[in-house]
């Protein structure tokens, strides 16, 4: 079918097996070593900032610190939510975002001509409920997320204590190998022991920037061996093993609640998406009772009644483990 040169044939596969050559040869070299400078936040800070302590005064002002670590907002709980949910931007930003956001509501609903005092409750709860509920999602996620990391952080802190390196050695490992947000976490910690924190108040103080549920039981190990000692990594060894259990226990009831999952779900999106083809499809349907007060509270008696079926079908395809 295709008159093909054979010395033009010769060429092309000696030019793509030298491309696959040199690409082979940066993955091998070069690629890992630009992996280990930008696996985390606070790897990436160490190329342009030579000194740990500025980089550990940054990561702790990013995540709604002080630069000596304590809480920047009068308001404790707020400052804990959006501390311990990771959020990227800095909490001024995020204040003057969640402003705008009421702001552009209130002016929508008031231009749609409903009532004050609707409009009012709505930008409440655009101002207040969603950044709330926003944050809390956060930080389950970023809770999960580290939960997963988290057995093989200590596995690699069992390995370097079997090596023969102290425990502040073995935690400065996990913050160099390690991605976000355990990396960062685990290096905010070497960094607070090397500037005079002793362990276990630097893994207190990581306690408390987190919040997983699984810490609490290693830094409770960490500390009852630095006080009385014992062989810690035969008990983090464990400790792994038992996290790795009750992950894989959590994943395995996921599975199987996965149609109750979806089929809420799809209880749930059913009236809003029909409601929105209708809207589309004959946008009088409603057009006739829309304004009439029945209407309204029958669709705020619905709306409770559909907040109220979703959280009891949450509650039965979610178990605590």
């Avoid at 930008?38 to 190329?47: G, I, P, S, Y």
């Avoid at 996990?174 to 947000?181: L, Q």
Wanted: hydrophobic content about 50%; some cysteine.
């Amino acid at each position: 079918m295709f008159d093909l040169d054979p010395l033009t044939l010769v060429y092309s596969f000696a030019a793509i097996s030298t491309i696959l050559f040199v690409e082979a040869m940066y993955l091998l070299f070069f690629s890992t070593a630009s992996y280990k400078t930008t696996v985390n936040r606070r790897m990436r800070l160490m190329q342009t900032e030579p000194n740990r302590e500025n980089i550990l005064i940054q990561l702790r002002r990013e995540r709604s610190m002080t630069a000596t670590g304590g809480y920047s907002l009068k308001l404790e709980s707020f400052n804990r939510l959006v501390m311990q949910s990771g959020l990227k931007m800095s909490l001024k930003k995020f204040i003057w975002v969640i402003v705008a956001v009421a702001a552009v509501a209130f002016i929508g609903l008031l231009w749609q001509g409903f009532d004050v005092i609707p409009v009012i409750g709505a930008t409440l709860a655009f101002g207040l409920v969603f950044p709330f509920l926003m944050l809390s999602m956060m930080r389950r996620r970023r809770h999960k997320k580290f939960g997963a990391q988290f057995p093989d952080a200590i596995d690699i802190i069992v390995r370097s204590l079997k090596a023969g390196h102290p425990v502040p050695i073995a935690i400065m490992m996990v913050g160099r190998e390690m991605a976000d947000p355990i990396g960062s976490e685990f290096g905010m910690v070497s960094d607070e022991i090397t500037y005079g924190a002793n362990l276990e108040t630097a893994l207190r103080n990581l306690y408390f920037r987190v919040g997983q549920e699984d810490l609490p039981l290693f830094v409770t190990a960490v500390a009852i061996q630095g006080s009385t000692g014992g062989n810690l990594s035969e008990i983090l060894g464990n400790l792994s093993a038992v996290i790795r259990q009750r992950f894989k226990m959590r994943r395995k009831i996921k599975a199987l609640a996965a149609e109750g999952r979806f089929s809420a779900i799809i209880l749930s999106a059913l009236p809003i998406v029909m409601f929105i083809v209708l809207q589309g499809m004959a946008p009088d349907f409603y057009g006739s009772v829309w304004h009439e007060e029945l209407t309204k509270i029958v669709l705020a008696c619905a709306g409770a009644w559909m907040v109220t079926g979703n959280f009891i079908m949450y509650q039965l395809v979610n178990f605590r483990i």
